[in-house]
């Protein structure tokens, strides 16, 4: 069974290096520019001072006085383009392994192999968990020789919480993916559907920052949970992040297991 | 004898439609079985139930005396499967292909069936003539020494030098004990590799027999020549049709008994006679089109 792991990841390697090529290609912008960035730090609070709270914390403002790397990080990075690329590869990563498989009619290959479904959703599965283990580790603590390099302390308790909470978002955006292309046979059909529902909760997110009454939309997005501001402040996670992201993967995972064994597949 | 493969009372419906419906068949042990229909009819349907990639909705299936659906899994490493579009990686090689599928399920006889059909292991897939493409399915078929290939249109893009060596290959496989079950939509091939064949129309199985059986029972083409003009009207009988001929010549498919039209064509003065059973394509028109 772990061959049809070890088969995907070597299939897939270059889109996988290329994606972490990218992200520390992005950190070492980020850690050049942080010291000449720091200058401007005080005219940009002058500017921002008079925006809405709401306003800062959907756009990772609220901590522009703090001096760390982490936080300048937050602000450039993890509040926008690192979960772009995040989402993007999961996405791409779940619609391609099951409904574009079977799209392509290559999991009959698969399905003619002496193992049983959970097991081959499991082989599968288990790559994609260490795609985004290993872009995660890569995308956050690549930080820290690029920062050295430029004289820049980094935080390491930080960016672990950082890792920690990344790790989850991406594999709950994965998690979720991965129903989608359990339940259907064509992987354009899972980009649009999963892109969507993103799209409502980042939207969702964004409303209920900046109007109080509808506040309560927030709970519904998991851009909400995805508090990347506080973690690479303090390194502290919330317990609710933990909850909802960990049980989130947990019965997504659970639905497309079982979805993929009993499923018709005409291949 | 023993079965190797039981189909029993299965139906499989995809919404208000029936693909199969209440289908009920046994495939003998160390037999090669055709399975025939026209587009549409359920056969790649019955092979996908077979293969457990689909779920029927009643009935059993029985595959080497085990539970097609709960022992799917451990039956696999018995089976070798060839679909009728099988899909290849296109990126990977032949080679690839097996080591994969050979590191999972053992390499069985692929070596030497490599050296048979001649394929060349290096280049990738999307490289492959489209009859590469099917010696190399055809090959992962045979991967883990299988007692049971199903094939849905084996000889699909392959030239009649490779036809033949295919036929070879699954007359052996045969003799030395295993069982094929293959669909097909060339008659001539089933006709002459099956021993046993099942038709298969809008989702029911109308017709399942020995080949011998199903040849010899069923239609009969006579040709007559008299020596006066014969009146087609003495060869309206039940189950006869006049296909063909004028004057003194006349042509009749006969379904079911010839001896009525041995008996009206007693009448007159026969020049020449010829009876011959009709084709497989005939035979299996029959159930098409009834």
């Not at chain 1, 937050?74 to 392994?97: D, T, V, Y």
């Not at chain 2, 069985?108 to 069936?113: I, K, S, V």
Request: aromatic share 10%.
């Amino acid at each position: 069974m772990w061959q049809i792991t070890f088969r995907e990841l070597k299939d897939r390697k270059w889109s996988l290096l290329a994606y972490c090529l990218g992200s520390l290609l992005l950190l070492w912008i980020y850690a050049a520019t942080f010291k000449s960035s720091q200058a401007s730090a005080q005219q940009l609070l002058e500017v921002v001072k008079g925006y809405p709270k709401g306003f800062l914390d959907a756009f990772g403002l609220n901590n522009l006085a703090s001096n760390s790397i982490e936080v300048y990080l937050n602000a450039k990075h993890f509040s926008f383009i690192w979960p772009l690329l995040a989402i993007i590869l999961a996405l791409s990563r779940a619609g391609s392994q099951f409904a574009g498989e079977i799209q392509a009619g290559t999991m009959g290959l698969l399905l003619a192999l002496p193992l049983k479904r959970w097991q081959i959703f499991i082989a599968k599965y288990a790559t994609g968990l260490l795609t985004i283990v290993v872009f995660t580790l890569i995308s956050v603590f690549g930080i820290i020789p690029l920062a050295s390099a430029y004289d820049i302390p980094t935080h390491f308790h930080v960016l672990v919480g950082a890792w920690v909470l990344t790790t989850l978002f991406m594999g709950t955006v994965y998690a979720v993916s991965v129903v989608v292309s359990a339940w259907v046979s064509d992987k354009g059909r899972v980009y649009a559907i999963v892109s969507a529902v993103l799209m409502l909760t980042y939207v969702a997110n964004i409303i209920a920052l900046l109007d109080d009454k509808l506040s309560g939309l927030k709970y519904y997005s998991l851009f909400y949970y995805f508090n990347t501001a506080e973690v690479l402040d303090t390194g502290h996670i919330t317990t609710r992040s933990l909850a909802v992201f960990g049980l989130t993967i947990v019965i997504a995972t659970v639905v497309a297991a079982w979805r993929f064994s009993r499923r018709d597949i005409s291949v | 004898m023993l079965a190797a493969i039981q189909v029993k009372r299965v139906t499989k419906s995809f919404g208000a439609k029936r693909a199969l419906d209440n289908v009920t068949l046994t495939v003998p042990e160390g037999h090669i079985f055709g399975f025939l229909g026209p587009n549409g009819a359920g056969k790649t349907t019955m092979i996908r139930c077979l293969m457990d990639y689909m779920r029927v909705s009643h009935g059993a299936i029985s595959i080497l005396g085990r539970d097609a659906r709960t022992e799917s899994a451990a039956l696999k490493r018995e089976i070798g499967y060839l679909s009728s579009d099988m899909q290849l990686h296109p990126n990977w090689s032949a080679r690839t292909h097996l080591n994969f599928m050979g590191g999972i399920e053992g390499r069985g006889r692929t070596a030497e069936l490599v050296r048979k059909f001649n394929l060349d292991l290096k280049p990738k897939v999307r490289d492959l003539s489209s009859g590469n493409k099917q010696k190399l399915a055809i090959i992962l078929a045979f991967v883990g020494n299988p007692k049971l290939l199903i094939m849905d249109e084996p000889t699909r893009g392959l030239d009649p030098l490779l036809q033949n060596q295919l036929y070879d290959l699954l007359r052996d496989f045969a003799a030395q004990g295993g069982t094929v079950f293959l669909s097909s939509h060339n008659l001539a091939e089933v006709q002459q590799l099956c021993d046993n064949v099942a038709v298969i129309r809008e989702g029911k199985v109308v017709a399942a027999e020995a080949m011998t059986d199903i040849l010899q029972l069923r239609v009969h083409l006579v040709n007559a020549v008299a020596a006066k003009v014969i009146d087609q009207a003495d060869f309206k009988l039940k189950d006869v049709e006049v296909i063909g001929g004028s004057g003194k010549n006349i042509s009749l498919k006969v379904r079911g008994k010839i001896d009525p039209v041995i008996k009206a064509l007693a009448k007159y003065n026969l020049t020449d006679l010829e009876v011959t059973h009709a084709a497989l394509e005939d035979v299996f028109m029959e159930y098409y089109q009834n």
